[in-house]
């Protein structure tokens, strides 16, 4: 196992969380990095990597808010261990396959993070913040397992023009 590309995740998580989620909201919707990066994580390596990571980038996510940071590192090294099991057991070939993943796992942090902050106007933040996130973040997804699969590259995309 290799930790170099796995510190430079959490700190990507860190300066992300930090300081350029405020950057790329729109209306007050942000992508969910740290869920998207541990299913990335979860999908591709294996399982104690991807538990571990999962756990790690719960403790960086969770240290802006220190109430919040048990539930973020209980959820997302769930959602790593969760998303390293379904990689072993469905077609990754597919994309849509890793993109509901993505989205399911999108979900279950906002609805975990939602019902711990408060259990009031539940449905109104789950349609006004943490369904357009998810959304956005199955976009950021779509684009990132295009490239990984090789479906866009610089050299198609030379060849349109």
Known sequence: MKIIPYILYLFLIAFYVTIFSDFV???GVTIDLVVFLVVAVGLFKDEIEATWFGVAAGIV????RLDLMPWDVLTIGVIAFAANQMGTRINLESLLSKIIVLATAVLLHGIVQTL????DNFFYVLLRFVMPSMVYTVLLGVLFFLIKDGRISWEKTKALF
Do not use: C, D, N
């Not at 996510?61 to 802006?64: H, K, R, S, V, Y």
């Not at 711990?116 to 259990?119: F, G, H, K, L, T």
């Open 61 to 64: 996510a969770g240290a802006t």
């Open 25 to 27: 909201a729109i209306y």
């Open 116 to 119: 711990v902050i408060s259990a």
